[in-house]
């Protein structure tokens, strides 16, 4: 079994930051490409940012100079750090990640629970 728990959401001012954090436990051979997920009411989740083991990133054009993605391998953790965020940046926000759990296994989906991140004026 794997799991994915994230932290740090909350509320907070536009301009201002906040910084998630997304830790995978469990039976874990090798985590491949750990991601950042958005949804709002009604739409569909959108990828916000990824990055792969070598540490090679993709930003969506929405975050791209505001939000960085990292990650710690040897602690199975990926980061989002927001920056100068607005309104539209209100949403839940889910971590994802590419595992294997078993050098003989494929690679395997796997969500965190969502963690809510409220901008205000």
């Known amino acids: 079994q794997v799991h994915l728990v994230e932290s740090g959401g909350g509320l907070v001012q536009t301009g201002g930051s906040l910084r998630l954090s997304c830790e995978a436990s469990?039976?874990?051979?090798?985590?491949?490409?750990m991601a950042w997920y958005r949804q709002t009411p009604g739409a569909s989740r959108e990828l916000i940012a990824h990055i792969i083991t070598e540490g090679n990133t993709f930003y969506a054009d929405s975050v791209k100079g505001r939000f960085t993605i990292s990650r710690d391998n040897a602690k199975n953790t990926v980061f989002l750090q927001m920056n100068s965020l607005k309104l539209e940046d209100t949403a839940v926000y889910y971590c994802n990640a590419e595992i294997q759990d078993h050098i003989w296994n494929d690679r395997r989906d796997y969500w965190g629970q969502g963690t809510q991140v409220t901008v205000s004026s």
């Open positions: 469990g039976s874990i051979f090798r985590i491949h490409v």
